[in-house]
């Protein structure tokens, strides 16, 4: 009797009305399209809405401050689109604006960032590892990894090193051989040398990640963040009670500026089956 009981009680049960809502992705510009490609993957059925702030790429460059005006426009402009789910798909921002970002939107969207899944997974993989780290001089001088890896007290040893160009340069070439000359430069820091994993700080950097391994001769794990925020968010809307497990995806990409850089990456990611729409937010 108590299992008929149950199997009327899971068919009577009805799906959350805000879980078809999408989720929404910002970053400086194609870096986080690798997030995206990402979610599409492990969440197949949920509903995509990408800001790609290409009018003011970088970000690793900018102050706080400017971070944080952006992040905050940004997810405003989410807000209006119904995004039941924030992620802020940059290291950058993650870095300077997510307790902002998080404090501006409060209960009406859940807010994520691509720093914290990465710890979590630091913590359980690599304990009394030494870990290196490369991405955006914003990312690094921040020292936020470094700060909440020190607090979980697992022994791991984070040397990092800021490879400012490298984004920039994978806005302009993509996964070119032209990127292994900074990448040989950058590399050959003494921060880098004798580890046993290297994270990937920055959602461009996946792009590279091969020349990367090529260039340690494939003997250092090269942590992409891609996946493990991906499965981060999946959990996150497990628990929430909001996973769309109904329909197919609509993916819909905004720009603060349009380039073909950004529209050329997009359809490599995505193909031709996207949305692609200029809007200027500082205008």
Sequence with gaps: MTEILLSRNISNMKPNPLATQPIGIFDSGIGGLTVAHALVKHLPKENIVYFGDTAHMPYGDKSSAAIQAYAVKIAHMLLQQDCKLILIACNSASAAAYELVKEYIASRATVMNVIDPVIRYLQDQYTKKRIGLIGTRQTVNSSIYKKKIDE??????????????????????????????????????????????????????PIIKERVAKHYKNNVAIIDSSDIVAQAVKKQLENDSLLNTNGSSTKHFYVSDYTESFATNAKLFFGDDIKLEHYPLWD
């Design 152 to 205: 979980l007290k697992t022994g791991i040893t984070l040397s990092s090193h800021a490879t400012n160009l490298l984004a920039q340069a994978i806005e302009e070439f993509g996964d070119h051989a032209i990127i292994d000359t900074l990448l040989n430069e950058y590399l050959a820091h003494p921060q880098l040398k004798d580890i046993d994993a290297l994270v990937l700080a920055c959602t461009h950097y």
